[in-house]
């Protein structure tokens, strides 16, 4: 997250594009008129192949100067109801949610409720190792504790209703990575950890004093707690994941009470913004509290936001993804704009185009992205890239060992027993990790045999062929 690299590291730690739809945009005047065209028919054009290839479908929201030039739709809220994507769509924000949840922290140390540099274990009596770890180290993810979302058992224990207690006991008695202060390690643990030291300083369940103290106050109607399936909510979102060479399917099921504090959080584009307003003044949190947010407390990291350079402008942001769910807030905050991309699609798309979209919203040059519709590939050649594959040390999983597999027609990707990436063909060797969204090139010698795939996305990186 706190750069494309990070996100992916991230990423692979857990495993080891439909016509756009309704626009709105605020009120429309002669003096933004024209950038309103300009942006929206460059953000069609540059989307589009994302939307063919079923990598995305969304909401967008583009501002500067205070004013909101594009707010749009793209895609399906719902597939099988053919209900449209719209600025008013609620998604699922999964990790941005902890810019909420490092907000409502501070609030309560302005009320005198608690202190930075209380230990865990005033609101956990005999939590190991709390008297050593701080709020301030659950906030800075320099605690020490174990990513809550790496357990084998994960991915099966969030298809259910959890408590916050529940939650912390997985990992409560697992040993910490390092000693609390000592470097910084993302995870999600410290959040959970958070939101229930919201609900022991303030009383209130954490999606209540959320609601009551920043959403209420700034008018974000459509934003809440996903934590309870029960609850008929209009305009929601349903998630999906790519499948198979081009198609998406239902997202996997997922309780978001499990991401309590962490990640639980829905909201729409329009609600967001809203909360990029109130960061500019004191509508929330007071000037102090602010300072202490957007700090650098370890290099790049502050309360629940990253702080770095995207265009060689200053910039705060966060972005998330759980599944059938991508996101992503970016801040430029000497300029007063702001980008906001939700997706209800698991491809990691609005990572991908960030920086593109901010430079059509800055005039800059950016790079059009090809087509990416799926080719035809003989039956034989798939099977001639089909085998074991192994990464160097440099990969995100070092030397991490995979298999490209044929599957009805086209190539999969398997990382391990459990998790595959389908790959979309371009040619008849170069594929769409769809997942990943990340480009697979495969190489052969002078006698016609593969040797070798290089997977591009940021960086690129080659994987040997092992058998």
Same mark, same amino acid.
């Given at each position: 997250?706190?750069?494309?690299? +990070?996100?992916?590291?991230?990423?692979?730690?857990?495993?080891?594009?439909?016509?756009?739809?309704?626009?709105?945009?605020?009120?429309?005047?002669?003096?933004?008129? %024209? #950038?309103?065209?300009? @942006?929206?028919?460059?953000?069609?054009?540059?989307?589009?192949?994302?939307?063919?290839?079923?990598?995305?479908?969304?909401?967008?929201?583009?501002?500067?100067?205070?004013?909101?030039? @594009?707010?749009?739709?793209?895609?399906?809220?719902?597939?099988?109801?053919?209900?449209?994507?719209?600025?008013?769509?609620?998604?699922?924000?999964?990790?941005?949610?902890?810019?909420?949840?490092?907000?409502?922290?501070?609030?309560?140390?302005?009320?005198?409720?608690?202190?930075?540099?209380?230990?865990? +274990?005033?609101?956990?009596?005999?939590?190991?190792?709390?008297?050593?770890?701080?709020?301030?180290?659950?906030?800075?993810?320099?605690?020490?504790?174990?990513?809550?979302?790496?357990? %084998?058992?994960?991915?099966?224990?969030?298809?259910?209703?959890?408590?916050?207690?529940?939650?912390?006991?997985?990992?409560?008695?697992?040993?910490?990575?390092?000693?609390?202060?000592?470097?910084?390690?993302?995870?999600?643990?410290?959040?959970?950890?958070?939101?229930?030291?919201?609900?022991?300083?303030?009383?209130?369940?954490?999606?209540?004093?959320?609601?009551?103290?920043?959403? #209420?106050?700034?008018?974000?109607?459509?934003?809440?707690?996903?934590?309870?399936?029960?609850?008929?909510?209009?305009?929601?979102?349903?998630?999906?994941?790519?499948?198979?060479?081009?198609?998406?399917?239902?997202? %996997?099921?997922?309780?978001?009470?499990?991401?309590?504090?962490?990640?639980? @959080?829905?909201?729409?584009?329009?609600?967001?913004?809203?909360?990029?307003?109130?960061?500019?003044?004191?509508?929330?949190?007071?000037?102090?509290?602010?300072?202490?947010?957007?700090?650098?407390?370890?290099?790049?990291?502050?309360?629940?936001?990253?702080?770095?350079?995207?265009?060689?402008?200053?910039?705060?942001?966060?972005?998330?993804?759980?599944?059938?769910?991508?996101?992503?807030?970016?801040?430029?905050?000497?300029?007063?704009?702001?980008?906001?991309?939700?997706?209800?699609?698991?491809?990691?798309?609005?990572?991908?185009?960030?920086?593109?979209?901010?430079?059509?919203?800055?005039?800059?040059?950016?790079?059009?992205?090809?087509?990416?519709?799926?080719?035809?590939?003989?039956?034989?050649?798939?099977?001639?890239?089909?085998?074991?594959?192994?990464?160097?040390?440099?990969?995100?999983?070092?030397?991490?060992?995979?298999?490209? #597999?044929?599957?009805?027609?086209?190539?999969?990707?398997?990382?391990?027993?459990?998790?595959?990436?389908?790959?979309?063909?371009?040619? %008849?060797?170069?594929?769409?990790?769809?997942?990943?969204?990340?480009?697979?090139?495969?190489?052969?010698?002078?006698?016609?045999?593969?040797?070798?795939?290089?997977?591009?996305?940021?960086?690129?990186?080659?994987?040997?062929?092992?058998?």
């Amino acid at each position: 997250m706190k750069s494309a690299k +990070t996100f992916l590291i991230l990423i692979f730690s857990l495993i080891f594009f439909f016509p756009a739809n309704a626009a709105t945009g605020g009120d429309l005047d002669l003096k933004t008129a %024209p #950038e309103k065209s300009r @942006l929206e028919a460059e953000v069609d054009g540059y989307i589009q192949p994302f939307i063919e290839a079923g990598g995305f479908s969304g909401a967008l929201l583009m501002a500067r100067g205070g004013k909101m030039l @594009l707010a749009k739709g793209f895609g399906m809220a719902n597939y099988e109801l053919d209900v449209p994507n719209t600025p008013q769509t609620r998604f699922q924000i999964a990790s941005i949610s902890k810019t909420f949840t490092a907000a409502a922290i501070l609030l309560l140390e302005e009320r005198g409720k608690l202190k930075l540099a209380d230990p865990l +274990t005033r609101f956990w009596p005999g939590y190991p190792n709390g008297d050593k770890i701080t709020v301030h180290h659950l906030l800075a993810h320099t605690s020490g504790i174990p990513n809550v979302n790496d357990f %084998p058992d994960y991915d099966a224990k969030s298809k259910f209703p959890h408590t916050l207690e529940d939650i912390i006991s997985w990992f409560k008695d697992m040993p910490l990575g390092f000693a609390p202060g000592e470097k910084y390690a993302y995870s999600n643990s410290n959040y959970n950890l958070l939101a229930f030291i919201i609900e022991k300083a303030s009383g209130q369940k954490y999606e209540e004093f959320l609601k009551k103290t920043i959403f #209420e106050p700034l008018g974000m109607n459509d934003t809440g707690d996903g934590g309870h399936p029960e609850i008929i909510l209009e305009n929601r979102a349903s998630g999906y994941s790519p499948a198979g060479a081009g198609g998406i399917e239902n997202a %996997p099921v997922i309780n978001w009470s499990t991401k309590r504090g962490n990640g639980s @959080l829905f909201s729409t584009v329009e609600d967001l913004y809203k909360w990029d307003r109130a960061l500019y003044g004191e509508k929330i949190i007071k000037k102090d509290s602010l300072e202490k947010l957007f700090k650098e407390h370890t290099p790049g990291v502050g309360y629940g936001w990253f702080i770095g350079k995207h265009l060689n402008r200053r910039v705060l942001y966060f972005n998330g993804r759980s599944p059938g769910f991508t996101s992503y807030l970016d801040r430029f905050i000497d300029d007063d704009a702001c980008i906001i991309i939700l997706s209800n699609n698991y491809a990691p798309v609005p990572h991908t185009i960030i920086s593109d979209i901010a430079a059509i919203l800055f005039g800059e040059k950016y790079n059009k992205p090809e087509s990416l519709k799926p080719v035809p590939v003989k039956s034989e050649d798939l099977e001639l890239l089909a085998g074991q594959y192994r990464f160097g040390k440099d990969f995100y999983r070092p030397e991490a060992a995979v298999s490209i #597999e044929k599957k009805d027609g086209y190539l999969t990707m398997k990382w391990n027993e459990t998790f595959q990436s389908s790959l979309m063909a371009l040619s %008849p060797t170069v594929f769409l990790d769809r997942y990943f969204w990340a480009k697979i090139s495969f190489e052969k010698n002078a006698r016609g045999k593969v040797t070798r795939f290089i997977w591009s996305n940021s960086q690129n990186y080659s994987a040997e062929k092992i058998r």
